[in-house]
């Protein structure tokens, strides 16, 4: 089972930049398509961008598209997220874990990290 654990939050005023960490165990890592979630208070988790095992193609929610950047360095089983331009709306516990190709839908049998707090003041 792929165990995934997250790292970079904090608290940063609108307009501010922070680089969010995933580092990943337990599976194929370089094979495997990675996504990060995120959870804002009262509401529902959500897609926030995903990345292919190679890292050639990536995919954003229209929320943060063009602010937001994923990557990956296979040789550190690592992915990131580089989030520039943040809003308040921003503001949530950022998750990352594996998906199925193509899509957001993460393997039934995979578990959650404990997340990483981003909080986005005025």
């Known amino acids: 089972q792929v165990q995934q654990v997250e790292s970079g939050g904090g608290l940063v005023q609108a307009g501010g930049s922070l680089r969010l960490s995933c580092a990943v165990s337990g599976g194929a890592f370089s094979t495997s398509t990675l996504a990060w979630f995120r959870r804002a208070p009262g509401k529902e988790r959500e897609f926030v961008a995903r990345?292919?095992?190679?890292?050639?193609?990536?995919y954003y929610a229209d929320s943060v598209k063009g602010r937001f950047t994923i990557s990956r360095d296979n040789a550190k089983n690592t992915m990131y997220l580089q989030m520039n331009s943040l809003k308040i709306e921003d503001t949530a516990v950022y998750y990352c874990?594996?998906?199925?190709?193509?899509?957001?839908?993460?393997?039934?049998?995979?578990?959650w990290g404990q997340g990483t707090q981003v909080t986005v003041s005025s």
């Open positions: 990345i292919t095992g190679s890292g050639d193609t990536t």
């Open positions: 874990n594996i998906v199925f190709p193509r899509t957001n839908i993460v393997p039934s049998r995979q578990t």
